[in-house]
């Protein structure tokens, strides 16, 4: 069964950068017909999406989050991860990584879900 | 990045039916057949109820339902039962590359 598992950064400063891995099992981040994405919720609030990464390592991105985040994949280990610059309180969130198809484009299987909060 | 726009709150109360609307742009609800919908229950992952507007991915009840008429997408739970009290959230493609979420719909069971 394909199982997504975020890692636990925890607690990071403001203006410090946020990085998350995500470890893949039970699929290959290399095939061609899935994306990658990274997805978060502030506490009590909505899902927003952040960006997304393909195997041939381009990325797509979420062009609110004004050039800060950038996503990246490691095929040999079968991860791809997330870094946030510049964080603020404001990226306080539970972070999730999940799969979507590239040709249906729904998130079909999701992480547990990582909480990251920004604190001093 | 403009979420798409869902309802705050809908109730009703068991074994009735609710819908749930996600309304969006020409450049993502309506532009494309790539709407999605989840549910998520409180301190867990959200789960997949329907993709590509219409189709169920295999485990999920055929009570949940969905539909796309021009820019507005809809949810239909039929029979509602307890355990279907939990927050709903839509999504689309959209144009780009890109990929966009409702702000999501807490569904009470009265």
């Known amino acids: 069964q394909l199982q997504l598992q975020e890692s636990h950064p925890g607690l990071v400063k403001p203006s410090e950068t946020l990085s998350l891995t995500c470890t893949v099992s039970?699929?290959?981040?290399?095939?061609?017909?899935?994306?990658w994405g990274w997805i978060r919720q502030p506490p009590g609030k909505g899902l927003e999406w952040i960006g997304s990464f393909y195997y041939s390592g381009k990325t797509y991105n979420n062009p609110s989050l004004k050039s800060r985040g950038t996503i990246s994949g490691d095929t040999s280990k079968n991860q791809f991860s997330l870094k946030l610059t510049s964080v603020t309180p404001a990226d306080t969130a539970v972070y999730y990584c999940?799969?979507?198809?590239?040709?249906?484009?729904?998130?079909?299987?999701w992480g547990q879900g990582t909480l990251v909060t920004v604190s001093s | 990045q403009s979420a798409l726009t869902q309802p705050a709150s809908v109730s009703g109360s068991p074994g009735q039916s609710i819908t749930i609307s996600c309304t969006g742009t020409?450049?993502?609800?309506?532009?494309?057949?790539?709407v999605s919908w989840y549910q998520q229950h409180p301190g867990k992952a959200p789960k997949l109820l329907i993709y590509?507007?219409?189709n169920r991915p295999s485990g999920v009840s055929n009570r949940f339902s969905g539909s796309k008429s021009g820019k507005t997408a809809s949810l239909t739970i039929s029979g509602l039962q307890a355990e279907d009290e939990a927050d709903y959230y839509c999504?689309?493609?959209?144009?780009?590359?890109?990929?966009?979420f409702g702000g999501g719909t807490k569904v009470t069971v009265l």
């Open positions: 590509e507007v219409t």
């Open positions: 999504s689309s493609y959209k144009t780009s590359n890109t990929w966009v």
């Open positions: 999940a799969r979507h198809p590239t040709y249906s484009n729904e998130f079909d299987y």
């Open positions: 020409s450049s993502d609800i309506s532009g494309y057949n790539y």
């Open positions: 039970s699929a290959s981040i290399s095939s061609v017909d899935y994306y």
